[in-house]
């Protein structure tokens, strides 16, 4: 149902509210099979007041949601990880996610040709590369988990990408200092503090370890740097984000805040890209028709066929497994999006899963269809992984192009087995969408 715009802006109050017994289903919103959530009884839009947080709409008719991400410097993507999450302390205040209007348009024009176009062609070879290191290492003919072959690809082709050929040494250094950090994330006791602050109004209580965890990146970041600064000559013909950067017209930060910016662009493309790996090769082992469309393709040796196939597999995993089930953005200001007013600091959630998973923009939606990408791409509206508006993901169209490359790659040498019995399901009591079972499956030769 589509909400024409009226004179008088309807507000929050005048929409379904949820009661507190209703919170528990909220879950539900986060995992496949949303659409069976008791939910949706209250139609396309609900609002969660819970007594302390910020008033939270959550809508999922399509009219709010374009015009919602059509709002260039009225809401903010930062505001919410900020307030809900402990996204400041892990990434800084000071990164392209938390920045809003001129300064963060200005910084990202600084970043975005890294990942673009020409740039993504550069990458090609090492992400082949990166490939082809690790294969041989991985076990063939019983079961693995590939997800943590999804890390290890995802942090090779990365450092490569983001440092081009670093000193051995200082390269070791910097391995084990982002491992360090990463770990440090993933901690009992950073994880105490990520709850505790939505509870605490949005405050992320200091977190020493991964305060030192964080200097120690940066430490080895900007060792490189003024390597780089202090010889002109090193790195002229790499194509690495560095040193695309360093002495360029773009090049406007000091030393810390460069290391800052490359470090929360590590930090945004790691994981994402590790578990959406780990997804595609769970959906094809549990999918014989389509790895047979795959084995077909990879066979013929036509590389355009088995190319196109794979993005269209790549589209509808990250349709049916978009590692953040939802995004959101708080109004910075009093606004009105497709009829509704909003006030200043309330928080618009947009379901992304539950949209993925509806049958009016996707027939038989929960069918893992790759065919549906085949002559189509991804309609920017309606397919929401990489969020959309002004903060859509920086790093969509290379990481969509690292899939297709490194899983051509890894098709070329090897077959995964299939089994068609269900995929896995996402972890519990994650919000965010990662394989239960680290993504189980067994590679055969090819
Ligand atoms: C499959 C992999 C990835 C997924 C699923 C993903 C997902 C996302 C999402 C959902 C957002 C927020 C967008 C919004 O709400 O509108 C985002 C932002 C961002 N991502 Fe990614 N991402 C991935 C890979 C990467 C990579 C490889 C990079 C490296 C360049 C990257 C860098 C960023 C940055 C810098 C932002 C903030 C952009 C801004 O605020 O302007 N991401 N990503």
């Excluded at 007041?49 to 949601?65: C, E, K, N, R, S």
């Amino acid at each position: 149902m589509s909400h024409t715009p009226v004179a008088t802006p309807i507000t929050l109050r005048q929409l379904p509210r949820l009661r507190p017994r209703h919170y528990g289903q909220l879950g539900g919103l986060l995992r496949p099979g949303t659409h069976s959530s008791p939910l949706l009884e209250f139609g396309k839009r609900f609002v969660i007041a819970p007594p302390g947080f910020p008033t939270m709409l959550v809508t999922h008719d399509m009219d709010d949601v374009r015009e919602l991400f059509a709002h260039r410097d009225d809401f903010s993507i930062g505001q919410v990880l900020s307030r809900l999450s402990s996204h400041d302390r892990m990434f800084g205040k000071q990164t392209l996610i938390f920045l809003d209007g001129e300064e963060h348009r200005r910084e990202r024009k600084l970043f975005a040709p890294s990942f673009q176009h020409r740039a993504l062609e550069s990458y090609e070879d090492l992400m082949v590369e990166v490939v082809r290191r690790e294969l041989p290492t991985w076990p063939v003919g019983e079961p693995i988990e590939f997800l943590t072959m999804g890390y290890d690809l995802a942090i090779g082709v990365l450092l490569g990408v983001v440092f081009g050929d670093v000193a051995p040494a200082r390269a070791d250094r910097l391995k084990q200092a982002v491992s360090d950090w990463f770990g440090e994330i993933e901690s009992r006791g950073f994880l105490a503090v990520t709850l505790l602050t939505p509870l605490l109004g949005g405050y992320t209580p200091p977190y020493p370890p991964l305060g030192r965890r964080q200097a120690d990146v940066d430490t080895v970041i900007i060792e490189e740097i003024t390597a780089r600064r202090s010889d002109p000559g090193y790195g002229n013909d790499r194509g690495d984000v560095l040193s695309r950067y360093v002495g360029t017209d773009l090049d406007q930060h000091d030393d810390a805040a460069l290391a800052r910016n490359l470090r929360g662009i590590l930090l945004g493309a790691y994981e994402t890209t590790a578990i959406t790996l780990g997804w595609i090769a769970a959906m094809l082992a549990g999918h014989p028709e389509v790895m047979a469309e795959v084995d077909a393709a990879a066979d013929s040796g036509d590389r355009a066929r088995l190319d196109a196939y794979l993005d269209a597999v790549v589209a509808e995993t990250m349709r049916l497994r978009p590692v953040s089930p939802f995004t959101g953005r708080r109004a910075l200001r009093d606004t009105v999006i497709n009829g509704v007013h909003i006030p200043k600091g309330a928080i618009v959630i947009v379901p992304i899963l539950l949209i993925h998973e509806s049958a009016e923009h996707y027939p038989d939606p929960m069918a893992f269809r790759p065919e549906r990408f085949l002559d189509e791409r991804p309609n920017g509206h309606l397919w929401l992984t990489f969020g959309a508006g002004p903060h859509r993901c920086l790093g969509a169209q290379f990481a969509l192009a690292e899939a297709r490359i490194l899983f051509r790659t890894v098709l070329e040498h090897r077959r995964i087995d299939t089994n068609s019995g269900p995929v896995e399901p996402p972890r519990r009591f994650h919000t965010g969408l990662s394989p239960a079972d680290n993504a189980r499956i067994t590679l055969l030769p090819r």
